[in-house]
């Protein structure tokens, strides 16, 4: 059976510890608006504090439209899009990209490098073999990921300044940090139009800045990884993002065997040992590719990988024997409130 699980995080795709205004309600001096909209293949909610009703519906309408432009540069799979016409030169792509791209695939190749490829944007080739986002519930076989696995080095990928080089074969995924750099820019331009403060959910992506309407900082829930309508703990946000990669967002089972999306660009297969990696980091770019990289990691690397990165907090869940067990550096521990 193939489930699609977001985290929860703000309202339906995700839960807000605390209280906030409804739509076009004042709160004190403020006022705070919401608006929902689907893109990124997730549920994305929008939440803007500003001085005054005139000033919310700005930013929070512009904020949707940044949301929404990642549809014409960063989703391979619409044909449209930036991303899957680069994907479609079979004899390889030579020549500029947009800015908003490039801004991802920078950040994507970094982190490439740094994790030793656990992270890789030219996963691509893995991805549609798997299909986790079709019918068919399926594992390749052997041979096929074995004559895929030479397409999937983003060491053969360059940019420099506007201009991508990738060889032939060779097609770019920028799935696991587009989501977070296009939340990014919408906290951006909600700033940019007068707000105050807002927070920004996109499946199991969150970024927030400034104070939630009835003070402190916002609060996210992180969802238990095994208990869908349960949270596991609490994590203030201070102006920081939060991303979670987990195996329950996209998988299927097969013989009492789970695979997930989460692929191992070494293998070509679901990386194993943990079962959920929440990541709290400056920007929800980088929170978002760094959970991948720590979740196909595992355990002991993952761990030392995020302890190594001084702007990186993280958790780590993983099962012994069906029960759920953690582990996650000091600062996030400080922060979290685990939820019994």
Known sequence: MRRFLPLLILLASALLIGCFSESGEASGDSVVLQT???AMDTVVDLT???PDEATARR???EAARTIQSIQTWGSADDPAS???RINAVAEGYSGSVSEDLAATLRIALDIAAVSNGAFDPTIRPLVELWNFSGESSVVPPAEELAELLPLVDYRQVELVGDKLISPAGYRLDLGAVAKGYIVDQALLTMRSN???AGLVSAG???AGFGERPTGGAWVIGIQHPR????LFGALPLNNAAVATSGDYERYFE???VRYHHLLDPATGSPARGLTSVTVLAPTCAEADAWATAVFVLGLEAGLALLEEQPELEGLLLYEIEGQLQQLMTAGFSDEMELIE
Request: glycine share 12%; no cysteine.
């Open 36 to 38: 929902r909209l689907f």
């Open 59 to 61: 930013a929070i309408d």
């Open 194 to 196: 007068g707000a105050t």
């Open 227 to 230: 208990l869908p309508e349960q």
């Open 82 to 84: 930036e991303t899957a």
């Open 254 to 256: 097969l013989d009492g």
């Open 48 to 50: 803007v504090v500003a």
């Open 204 to 206: 199991g992506d969150v």
